[in-house]
């Protein structure tokens, strides 16, 4: 790696698994001091474990972001491990199937708080800090569910939407502080998350089937193939990173192709 986050603190909310842990790993290898956050404790403590066992440095805190409480602490834990932080990657999130007729209320508002409440609480106690340094970036992961329609999936859609509306009104806000606030809409990755949905029905299709489901989706990519976490992780690192110092209020897609059509 060439050292792109040299001297950088960055957060990463969603780095027990997937493409929050291949988020953290980069960062950690360009340079970055990375706080590994989630709410399990073991997995983010396994990440922080593999970035020091690779030479990098880490911090592992567990927090339920969905809760103010717990994204206030842990912000001034990490805060007080370095002394700043100069990069947010917002990425928790949860899934499940549903219709405007068959969700019910409480899946809708559990969904919005985890996939749209969590990343504002995961961003929102370090703006303050940013914006009287007059720089720092924040990514927030959201989805091709916010641009495309996917069938079963209502509570999800919704969410990811309102994460893209939030990241152009945010960037507005931050802008004049030189903060940049950017979203991620990576089509399927197969994460632990997006087998769950498979699992649970949701998608494009398999009838419950991970393997068939996840293969269906894949010939409705023009390139051919799911992503791979490292994929998206290098987007984010690039948006973190000095080399996008022009780009705010912004969503990049990276789906092989799929909202192409």
Known sequence: MSGRLRGKVAVVVGAGSGIGRATAEMFAAEG????CVGRRAAKVSDTAAAIENAGGRALALSADMAVEAEAERMATE????RGKVDAVVAGAGVTGPGTAVTTSLADFQRVLAINLTSKWLSFKYFLPGMQQRGSGSVVVMASVGALIGVPNTFAYAA???????MV????????????RINAIAPGTVPTDLVREAYRQGSGLGGGGDVEVGLRAAATRYPLGRLGRPEEIAAAATYLVSDESAWMTGQTLTIDGGLTSA
């Open 32 to 35: 970055a001091a990375v706080v």
């Open 78 to 81: 990490a805060l007080a491990w």
């Open 159 to 165: 969410s990811q939407g309102g994460c893209t509306a």
């Open 168 to 179: 152009r009104q945010a960037a507005q806000d931050a802008a004049p502080y030189g903060v």
